[in-house]
């Protein structure tokens, strides 16, 4: 008793159908992965554009207060306004490291989810793959029988 001609031609159809539409989900699952790749490297670019920004307006807060107390009569290289001027230095670079940190974070994020929907996407390919060969089987079982010789697969 062999399988059945009709069966087998409709577990062929399925079969080309199933790997037909992972390939298209792995299609759009690499498209939205490299999507997601520009974004992270545009949050790359922002993050950097915000960094500069934030040394600009500091530098100004600095400069702004050294010029208050340069007219106040007061040396701006010494004492306490010399310990202003470092603090004020300390927190532009603590908010552009941040600045920097959140973008990277952001980015590594993005990457990270690429990387996700792309495995995801190949998981699905394999899935499909190994249904159409667990439908085969099924269809098979006793209905034929199975001969291994010289390493190929002979069904009869």
């Known amino acids: 008793m062999s399988a059945d001609p009709v069966s087998l031609a409709l577990i062929g159809l399925n079969a ?39 040394e600009k307006e500091n530098r100004k807060v600095r400069s702004r ?11 701006s290289g010494s004492g306490s306004a010399l310990l202003v001027q470092k603090n004020l230095a300390a927190e532009d670079s603590l908010e552009q490291s941040m600045a920097i940190f959140s973008g990277e974070t952001q980015a590594q994020s993005l990457e990270q989810q690429a990387r996700l929907t792309r495995s995801d996407a190949a998981n699905k390919k394999s899935a499909a793959i190994f249904d159409v ?7 098979l079982k006793g209905k034929s029988k199975f001969n291994f010789k010289d390493g190929t697969l002979e069904i009869f």
Request: no cysteine.
């Open 133 to 139: 060969g667990t439908s085969l089987l099924s269809e």
């Open 65 to 75: 207060a050294i010029a208050q107390q340069t007219a106040g009569g007061v040396d």
């Open 16 to 54: 080309a159908s199933s790997i037909a539409g992972a390939k298209a989900q792995q299609k759009t699952a690499n498209q939205q992965a490299a999507f997601a790749e520009q974004e992270a490297e545009r949050q790359r670019q922002m993050a950097e554009i915000n960094r500069r920004r934030i």
